[in-house]
Nanobody, 120 residues
């Protein structure tokens, strides 16, 4: 079993910054891609940013230049630095990890979500 635990969400004023963290633990042999998704009421969950084990990154157009994803492979941890936050960034943010487990399974795992609220 694999668990993902997010932290770092909260309330911030427009123009401010937050840093999200996500730690994966459990029966992990290796982790391929890790990423952050977000969901707002009435909308589908969307990809915010993703990073491979080698450090290649991918961002949603709406966050390019403002958000930075990074990871520490030795700690099974992924971060999302969010700068110049806008009210439209308000959402529940979810961590995702594509894991190869010690039971030889490849599976996507999700965190429980952390709320980010940006006030205008």
């Amino acid at each position: 079993q694999v668990q993902l635990v997010e932290s770092g969400g909260g309330l911030v004023q427009a123009g401010g910054s937050l840093r999200l963290s996500c730690v994966a633990s459990g029966s992990i042999f290796s982790i391929n891609a890790m990423g952050w998704y977000r969901r707002t009421p009435g909308k589908q969950r969307e990809l915010v940013a993703a990073i491979t084990s080698r450090g290649s990154t991918n961002y949603a157009d709406s966050v390019k230049g403002r958000f930075t994803i990074s990871r520490e492979n030795a700690k099974n941890t992924v971060y999302l630095q969010m700068n110049s936050l806008k009210p439209e960034d308000t959402a529940v943010y979810y961590c995702n990890a594509a894991c190869f487990t010690t039971t030889l399974q490849t599976k996507d795992y999700w965190g429980q979500g952390t709320q980010v609220t940006v006030s205008s």
